[in-house]
């Protein structure tokens, strides 16, 4: 079973950048679509970015270019860049993996058994 561990997350103002890592172990990195979801208070995870074992990426549209996934497969670390975040982007942040997906799937496999879940990292974004 993959590991997953998060980190980056942090507090910063409307229109700030932050930038998620998750480190992963356990698997070999290639063969797995990875992806960020997120989960606010009260509300459903959903999907943020995925990145898929062809290297399909995929966004949600809330996204809407602020956002960028990337992978570093030397490192077995994925990524997440946000730039202009904004106080609707305050939630706790999963890295996920799983071979079983493409990229555009994985984003609505919040609620589903994947492999790997990392802990979460929180990010909160003050107006």
């Known amino acids: 079973r993959v590991q997953l561990v998060e980190s980056g997350g942090g507090s910063v103002e409307s229109g700030g950048s932050l930038r998620l890592s998750c480190a992963a172990s356990g698997h070999t990195f290639r063969s797995y679509c990875m992806g960020w979801f997120r989960q606010a208070p009260g509300k459903e995870r959903e999907g943020v970015a995925a990145?898929?074992?062809?290297?399909?990426?995929a966004y949600a549209e809330f996204v809407q270019g602020r956002f960028t996934i990337s992978q570093d497969n030397t490192k077995n670390t994925l990524y997440l860049q946000m730039n202009s975040l904004k106080p609707e982007d305050t939630a706790m942040y999963y890295c996920?993996?799983?071979?079983?997906?493409?990229?555009?799937?994985?984003?609505?496999?919040?609620?589903?058994?994947?492999?790997?879940w990392g802990q979460g990292t929180l990010v909160t974004v003050s107006s």
């Open positions: 990145i898929d074992s062809d290297g399909r990426i």
């Open positions: 996920a993996a799983d071979p079983a997906y493409y990229s555009r799937g994985f984003l609505g496999a919040g609620r589903h058994a994947l492999d790997g």
